[in-house]
């Protein structure tokens, strides 16, 4: 049985204040809420100490990035390592976000660096892949996926991955207001869990937690989140907006 996760990307918003008080909101919303949903919001890297001191065992904070350097620390100008987030209470790292892929050219290769330096320092890391339209539509958004998925979890161990979590988001979905539908996103979540038990075994493949990223509102997240192989969401507009992200939180305990 895999608790699910909904996840919010704030992205490049908010200014110090609204992150502080949208933090706060969450926080006191999720005392409310049902157990057995994890929950996690990755504000932009500035506020990310801070709120990690605010942060308690229902709401964990994430990075949206982190350095693919294995180095704890070095003449790495903008950069921070996944120690650091590490030792400021940081839980979990986005990596390989289709945003990180298109403006800053990351590849699998350099997104399975970011996963290795998550692992070494203990910080989870959520790692992104999807496929672009004109790759769905050709029909090979199944290959475009595995072949991600493949490249940037090479080399490594189930039990260095055991806390890995996958997020599929179909980039033509992100921020589109398009949503995937069920069967389509369900379609590549057991695509991807097939892989995983092919690479890692079976019990790893059981248990990895597979979130859907593309547009997911209050108003289509139960019926994302009922699909057996879909463990989450990571939201993005949606979880700007406290009321939502609740709602989808709630939409997942059900
Ligand atoms: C995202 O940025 O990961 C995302 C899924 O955004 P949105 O929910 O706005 O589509």
Redesign the pocket.
Known sequence: MRTKLIAG?W?MNMLHSEAEHLFKKINEAAIALPKGVDMMVAPPALYLSQLADYSTSRVGVGAQDVSAREEVQGAFTGEYSAAMLKSAGVKYAIVG?S?RRTCHGETDVIIGRKIAACVKAGVIPVY?CGEVLSERESGKHVEIVSDQVRTALKGFTASELSHLVV?Y?PVW????GKTASNEQAQEMHLAIRNLAAEIFGSQFAERLRILY????KPQNAAQLLEQPDIDGG??????LVPADFIAIVEAAAL
Do not use: F, P, Q
């Not at 990223?213 to 997911?216: A, E, T």
């Not at 990571?234 to 979880?239: M, N, T, V, W, Y």
């Open positions: 990307n992205k976000h945003e992104c997020a988001e979905a992100i921020g589109t990223g593309g547009s997911m990571l939201i993005g507009g949606a979880s």
